[in-house]
């Protein structure tokens, strides 16, 4: 089964907007972490943000927010005024503990790419 | 350089050759991680080293694809008999000490592996 699905394959945004990127995740687990990753056409995975199970606020990092919504199992990027570095390919990706083991492994989606029109 | 380095970054080898994939993680950082990347995918969890020793290879898809980290730096995905597909974008991964569960991860730039 789908651990992370990000349903939005591509996203266009207008320079100067805001935009929100979709993430549902799956897990029986208490304990998780969900990341954010922008990996530009360059390939580089660039870190983003991250929120634990247990935080009681949404994270925030500048112009990135996560939308974290724990009965809907969502965890939505928002990204205030948009700007064209932001075009890029972005993932969304949970890190678990499995039984007692927990090797720090992430899970990832499969991306969402986000165009920046001027 | 401060960031995870991987070589070479692009490779192209014939079917059934033998590749070699190195990554250079950042200094101090214990815990590696290879991830393999199809076109227009996430990456996939391939292996994770904690210091010298692979602590889980579930993700190794076959016996051809291996990893070592002998001295607790540098690794190397080995890869014998290469089969087209397993062309893909092969990204390392470095942490300070891996296992936290808001340990951020730093990613190199990737090998891309094509097999022809």
């Known amino acids: 089964a789908q651990k992370i699905t990000q349903t939005q394959p591509g996203m266009f945004v207008q320079e100067k907007e805001a935009v929100t990127l979709d993430c549902t995740y799956d897990t029986s687990d208490p304990s998780y972490g969900l990341f954010w990753y922008k990996q530009p056409s360059s390939g580089e995975m660039i870190f983003l943000i991250y929120q634990g199970s247990y935080d009681q606020q949404n994270a925030t990092e500048g112009r990135y927010s996560l939308n974290f919504q724990k009965a809907r199992k969502s965890a939505n990027l928002v990204i205030s005024a948009s700007q064209l570095g932001d075009s890029a390919m972005y993932f969304c990706?949970?890190?678990?503990?499995?039984?007692?083991?927990?090797?720090?492994?992430?899970?990832f989606g499969q991306g969402t790419t986000l165009q920046v029109k001027p | 350089g401060a960031g995870v380095s991987q070589t070479p970054s692009n490779k192209v080898t014939e079917k059934g050759k033998y590749v070699e994939l190195r990554c250079d993680p950042i200094?101090?950082?214990?815990?590696l991680y290879w991830y393999r990347q199809s076109l227009g995918q996430g990456p996939e969890f391939l292996i994770y080293f904690q210091g010298t020793g692979a602590a889980d290879d579930s993700g190794l898809p076959n016996d051809r694809f291996f990893a070592v980290r002998p001295e607790g730096s540098v690794s190397t995905l080995k890869i014998q008999r290469t089969e087209r597909g397993d062309s893909a974008v092969y990204l390392c991964?470095?942490?300070?000490?891996?296992?936290?569960?808001?340990?951020?991860?730093?990613f190199g730039q990737g090998t891309r592996l094509t097999v022809v």
């Open positions: 200094s101090g950082h214990t815990a």
């Open positions: 990706a949970m890190r678990e503990i499995e039984g007692s083991s927990n090797t720090g492994k992430l899970i």
């Open positions: 991964a470095s942490s300070y000490r891996g296992t936290g569960m808001n340990t951020e991860a730093f």
